[in-house]
């Protein structure tokens, strides 16, 4: 069963898109075998599976590529670990 976290966020705002980054690969270290992908707006998913796609930053998650879930926030690595566990099981 491999999961995989996807981070979103707007191409234009580099401070954001620093923050997913850096978030995907704190997650990563703490979680083993949790696949990670950055994506910006123009990502097809975010339409996809969210009512609010503009809203960024979104952490989406998925397993064996099927959507699991998702959700708008900014988190500190902690909390972003935790929800991130949570959801793979």
Known sequence: MAHKLV????SSNSLNTEYIKSQLSAISNEIEGLVTEFANENDLRLAMYCEKANRLPCLMLFKNNTY???VHAKFSNEKAIEWTRVHVG
Do not use: L, Q
């Open 7 to 10: 981070g979103f966020a707007h």
């Open 68 to 70: 699991k879930t998702h």
